[in-house]
């Protein structure tokens, strides 16, 4: 479908700033006609949470998300994309994920960010823990049962 393109795959402790991001892109691709974005914020749902601590195996977390992107480069015909995910305490309100598709047309941007979110938010190798504000630790946050159905609609070739 695709030339042969690297997607850009990012596990960092620091923000990242989403607009430089999909410049960083774009800049300069007449090729570019639809730019579909998802940015991940840590949310508060119940007023009790004080962080997010999302850890990780380094090494393996980039080779999982880079193997799906991968696949998502040659399911949909993409001049670019970007994941970037965060590790270590995240507070409500930060980012945690961002996902940018660039394609000459809307559609394959639209779905090849939606399968990257579907995996990143049910099979992504982090691990997901809660600090509430009176000072104690929450579970981990397990996969939601909606996000692990939303991702078997994709049913990877590469599975």
């Not at 989403?18 to 007449?30: K, P």
């Not at 941007?109 to 939606?114: D, H, K, L, S």
């Not at 509430?132 to 070739?157: F, L, M, N, P, Y």
Request: glycine residues 8%.
């Amino acid at each position: 479908m695709s030339a042969v393109l690297a997607p850009t795959v990012r596990i960092q402790r620091q923000d990242f700033d989403v607009a430089a991001e999909i410049a960083a892109l774009t800049q300069g691709r007449a090729d570019v006609g639809a730019v579909v974005s998802f940015s991940g914020l840590c949310r508060d749902e119940q007023g009790a949470l004080s962080a997010l601590e999302l850890e990780h195996y380094p090494g393996m977390a980039e080779a999982e998300i880079g193997r799906i992107a991968a696949e998502a480069v040659e399911r949909w015909p993409l001049q670019g994309l970007t994941v970037i995910h965060r590790h270590g305490k995240i507070r409500p309100g930060e980012n945690i994920v961002l996902v940018v598709a660039a394609s000459a047309h809307r559609q394959a941007a639209f779905e090849a960010a939606n399968f990257l979110m579907d995996y990143l938010k049910s099979r992504a190798p982090f691990w997901k823990k809660e600090h509430r504000t009176d000072g104690s630790e929450g579970g981990w946050v397990e996969a939601k049962e909606t996000d692990t159905q939303a991702a078997k609609r994709w049913k990877s070739s590469s599975e």
